[in-house]
């Protein structure tokens, strides 16, 4: 609850990262006060002690690092810096950065100053040149470092983002009462029709190796991808027997097209689960690929119970709609947990993958139902 | 699939005694609400196998069909799934023991059944509400014939059975899981053409269920919105606003007055509404005096 309970400083995932750049950045001041002791002209004023310049390089570095590194947390919400990563936006990033850097080189050098007993600023009198020099390396080099985490932390917490939403596919496709009932469909098989039930074991074999191996890579071709949407659809329609019609279409130029795995699944299940299995008569699924330019556009339709006839704000409605039947909610009306992640999951993967180059966007379906589809860029398998 | 057809005998479990109005009939049966055809063909085939006696005369594809079929059968037992489309089996529970008529015959045993459900198993098991999981294991199944059995022979007939059913029925209702907490609504937004009324929700004297849509009714008159009763239910303050019926919410400082009847019912007189609304079974013991 915000305000009854201060917000600690900095996240705790950050922490660790934090401590990281705070001794890379302590590594560095040492190297940057060696190098300018080393280097200082021995005319410019009588040679002093490597104290001295560890202190300018310290004071320097560690304000710097300080304003900035621990600013963005302190700042969070005018800066709007959130996560993951906890970067503000760009415009606020190159502001943080700016007056980081100034103020931790004016306060640094004047901490130095203070213990050498000197002033930094009558060289810029006495020695323009040298002045600007070395502005401009301590300058160059807090920027550098700068960008460099700037970037790292960006990278890492994809990755991390990333990580977290194939596990979440891998929780969502092992969901419990998708696999009883597939079981208990097989259970009731092996009695009546062997054939059948080795048919429906194939397929659910086919499934759950490609949900395993979906969590841990990141590539895959889109004929796979029909393949194991195939298989799903394959056991969902033993379980729902003539109330479930399916439909795929992948054009043969389109097969070896790189697709992260299991990208579809969670839109089909989506659509069985909140367009067909609440509707009476079941209805029909229909999963289409085709090329558009640049672009591979995969379609999930349905003709189901469509998105509850209300008007559409985007796809919320669906995500979290608590229409959806499901059995922790026939007690009460809460969706069950994972119910809601499917859409989200997939836009959350695609955005790891390709940032704003591809989308998800699900609305009615011409003659009821809904339509989701998803664009992302073309690319070949290897 | 290749069933039996079943054989006909004295029935193990043939309740015991006259219920009200009619005559026991010779035969304890049964109905199986279950969407997925291969699943409940084959509790079909274990219930026959396992207990002889026992007619099942009825099958049911979704929640709305069982609560029909229940309704006018009678059945002796009812297997309902849990997820099923339309009305949930739970729903489909709660809607029976509303509806079940008072007079005739007594109210059926009832067994759930789920694949997987933390919630569901957890509350059936607080409330000793017989249920089976899938794929369903011969040895359970044949302990949930005896102790139906056990309970057809001991138990008595009807508004005792009736009774038992509504009481594991508040504590299922009770059990449900706490949704996330929803800011109660202030204002009831309902669409007429292309003007929206405001209506506050301290006016609304009480919500109606009504196909896809829900009343909204005032003392100046009513309004249609479509968001369904359950989605609106958790959005309201269950302080001001009382259940009292599966499809109708009632804002407690508008009921006037409520009178039982023997059937376990409440009549609920309005304040700022001349019609009477009916409390069920299930809610009605909420209005006793104090």
């Known amino acids: 609850m915000p305000g009854l309970l201060p917000a600690p400083l900095v996240p705790p995932g950050e922490r660790r990262g934090l401590v990281w750049r705070l001794l890379i950045v302590c590594a560095v001041a040492v190297v940057t006060a060696t190098v300018n002791w080393a280097t200082k002209p021995a005319q410019a004023a009588p040679r002093s002690g490597i104290g001295e310049a560890l202190v300018y390089s310290f004071a320097i570095s560690l304000l710097t690092w300080l304003f900035i590194d621990i600013g963005r947390f302190v700042l969070r919400r005018p800066l709007r810096a959130e996560p993951p990563g906890w970067w503000p936006p760009p415009l606020r990033a190159a502001m943080l950065l700016a007056l980081g850097i100034a103020a931790g080189y004016v306060l640094g050098t004047g901490l130095g100053d203070l213990y050498a007993g000197v002033s930094t600023w009558s060289l810029l009198r006495d020695n323009p040149n040298r002045f600007t020099g070395l502005l401009v390396s301590s300058l160059a080099i807090s920027a550098a470092f700068v960008a460099y985490f700037f970037q790292r932390g960006r990278s890492e917490a994809l990755a991390r983002q990333a990580r977290e939403a194939q596990l979440r596919l891998l929780q969502s496709q092992l969901e419990p009462h998708m696999l009883f009932n597939t079981l208990a469909n097989l259970r009731v098989l092996i009695g009546i029709d062997p054939p059948r039930a080795q048919a429906m074991l194939d397929r659910l074999i086919g499934f759950l190796r490609a949900t395993l191996d979906a969590s841990r890579s990141d590539r895959g071709t889109l004929a796979a991808e029909f393949e194991r949407s195939a298989d799903y659809l394959a056991l969902m329609q033993v379980r729902m027997g003539p109330r479930l019609s399916v439909a795929l279409d992948l054009p043969d130029a389109l097969r070896s097209a790189a697709v992260p795995p299991l990208l579809l699944q969670p839109l089909v299940e989506n659509a069985i689960r909140h367009g067909l299995e609440p509707h009476l008569a079941g209805g029909r699924i229909e999963l289409s690929a085709r090329r558009d330019g640049a672009q591979l556009v995969l379609t999930v339709r349905d003709d189901g119970a469509g998105l509850g006839g209300r008007p559409q704000s985007g796809s919320r409605l669906r995500e979290t709609s608590t229409s959806v039947r499901d059995d922790g909610a026939g007690l009460g009306n809460a969706s069950p947990p994972g119910s809601g992640f499917g859409l989200q999951q997939v836009r959350e993967r695609l955005r790891a993958l390709h940032g704003a180059r591809a989308g998800l966007e699900l609305r009615a379906a011409e003659g009821g139902g809904t339509r989701a589809e998803i664009r992302l860029p073309w690319s070949e398998a290897p | ?290």
């Not at chain 2, 138990?155 to 706490?178: F, K, V």
């Open chain 2, 1 to 290: 699939m290749n069933l039996p057809a079943a054989p006909i005998g004295a029935p193990i479990g043939a309740p015991i005694g006259a219920s009200i109005g009619e005559p026991i009939t010779a035969a304890t049966t049964a109905l199986i609400a279950e969407d997925e055809p291969l699943l409940a063909a084959a509790l079909e085939a274990d219930l026959r196998r396992l207990w002889p006696g026992l007619q099942i005369v009825a099958r049911a594809g979704d929640g709305h069909a069982a609560l029909e079929q229940a309704l006018a059968l009678r059945p002796t037992l009812c297997f309902l799934d849990i997820r099923m489309p339309g009305l949930s089996g739970l729903e489909t529970a709660h809607a029976l023991a509303e509806d079940w008529p008072a007079a005739g015959a007594p109210f059926p045993l009832l067994v759930f059944v789920t694949a997987y459900d933390q919630y569901a198993v957890q509350a059936f098991d607080a409330q000793a509400v017989d249920y089976l999981l899938k794929p369903v294991q011969p040895q359970r199944l044949a302990q949930c014939v005896q102790r139906l059995q056990q309970r057809l022979a001991t138990q008595d007939e009807g508004p005792q059975r009736l009774e038992a059913a509504l009481q594991q029925l508040r504590g299922l209702l009770g059990a449900a899981p706490a949704a996330a907490p929803l800011a109660p609504l202030q204002v009831i937004q309902a669409q007429t053409g292309h003007t929206v009324h405001l209506v506050p929700v301290e006016d609304v004297i009480y919500f109606e269920a009504a196909d896809k849509y829900v009343r909204v009714v005032t003392a100046e008159g009513e309004h249609l919105i479509r968001m369904p009763l359950r989605e609106l239910l958790p959005r309201l303050d269950p302080a001001r606003f009382w259940q009292v019926h599966r499809g109708t919410v009632v804002q407690a400082r508008c009921i006037a007055s409520a009178r039982r009847d023997e059937s376990g019912k409440a009549f609920l007189q309005l304040r700022g509404r001349p019609e009477t609304l009916v409390a069920s079974r299930l809610y009605a013991p909420r209005f006793k005096g104090m």
